[in-house]
């Protein structure tokens, strides 16, 4: 049960990792427009579930805690990650973000009936330096100018984007009796927000082809849709230790989809973390498996 719960957990990172190709094909829609179409669609499974067995909206009288959790995790990731990439170079603002994972695996050990173990650590600081490397490989392009106190802003946004959603996914599991249904809720605070934020802060641009509105039907109904329900899943009856470390692969798949797609070229900082990310999550599977054997 553990270990299902655990690879529907992890599905969520392999549809993570559509994230940027579907968001290069989607056009130039602004962040904040395109969090709060993403959303809607990403809620729409839920309602039609609300609809047909509408005995289960009863699952929506949830702590005021297990809400803030949800609507703070989700539309709060969002935000800090869209303000550190505004403000500070995109590749240590996304290094720095992507800091979550290794603070998951940290964390869980404050979880009950969780023990942080040295394998998962060293796991997770293996799978770190390999998305480290390539997101820093992945940075190129031209050089653009921040200033100083820019340059803090976007970095403290993006250490506040980590801490938000390891926060999440701890706290997700604390919540653990809170049932899944619920991410509906929090998808559609999130879109409702999202559209307020890009009323006041952007320009309205649309889609201009077929395509494009593919893509964000894509981003809609798997990173940034069905993903959710399915780490809500997992982060609460799986292995979120493991869920932590295996993280990591998101970047590695996410660029190597790119580079099926031709959105960026092969290098030796993919083949690099291809080996090291993976290297990481199996280190730590491999010590848990271990433990468990010879307990």
């Known amino acids: 049960m553990k270990?299902?719960?655990?690879?529907?957990?992890?599905?969520?990172?392999?549809?993570?990792?559509?994230?940027?190709?579907?968001?290069?094909?989607?056009?130039?829609?602004?962040?904040?427009?395109?969090?709060?179409?993403?959303?809607?669609?990403?809620?729409?499974?839920?309602?039609?579930?609300?609809?047909?067995?509408?005995?289960?909206?009863?699952?929506?009288?949830?702590?005021?805690?297990?809400?803030?959790?949800?609507?703070?995790?989700?539309?709060?990731?969002?935000f800090l990650y869209f303000t550190a990439l505004r403000n500070a170079p995109a590749a240590e603002a996304s290094m720095i973000a992507y800091l979550w994972p290794l603070f998951i695996v940290l964390g869980s050990a404050m979880l009950p009936g969780e023990k942080l173990r040295p394998v998962h650590v060293v796991g997770a600081l293996i799978g770190f330096a390999g998305a480290a490397l390539l997101v820093s490989g992945r940075a190129g392009g031209g050089a653009e100018e921040f200033s100083a106190s820019q340059r803090y802003m976007g970095y403290a946004a993006a250490l506040a984007c980590a801490f938000t959603w390891s926060g999440y996914s701890l706290l997700s599991r604390r919540y653990g009796n809170v049932p899944t249904d619920v991410v509906t809720a929090f998808c559609i605070a999130t879109s409702v927000l999202s559209a307020v934020c890009h009323l006041f802060l952007e320009t309205t641009v649309w889609p201009e082809s077929a395509g494009q509105w593919l893509a964000v039907a894509g981003l809609g109904i798997f990173p940034v849709g069905l993903a959710f329900y399915t780490w809500d899943y997992g982060v609460k009856n799986g292995d979120i230790q493991l869920l932590g470390v295996a993280s990591y692969a998101s970047p590695v798949?996410?660029?190597l989809a790119l580079i099926a797609a031709g959105f960026a070229e092969p290098s030796w900082q993919v083949l690099t973390a291809c080996l090291l990310v993976p290297g990481g999550a199996l280190l730590a599977v491999s010590g848990t498996l271990l433990k468990k054997k010879a307990a």
């Open 3 to 78: 270990l299902r719960a655990t690879m529907i957990g992890f599905s969520a990172c392999l549809m993570w990792a559509l994230l940027a190709l579907f968001t290069a094909a989607s056009g130039t829609m602004p962040p904040f427009q395109l969090n709060a179409v993403c959303f809607a669609i990403g809620a729409l499974p839920g309602i039609l579930l609300f609809i047909l067995k509408p005995e289960r909206l009863a699952n929506l009288r949830q702590p005021a805690g297990a809400w803030a959790t949800g609507i703070i995790g989700l539309f709060g990731y969002h």
């Open 253 to 255: 798949l996410s660029t």
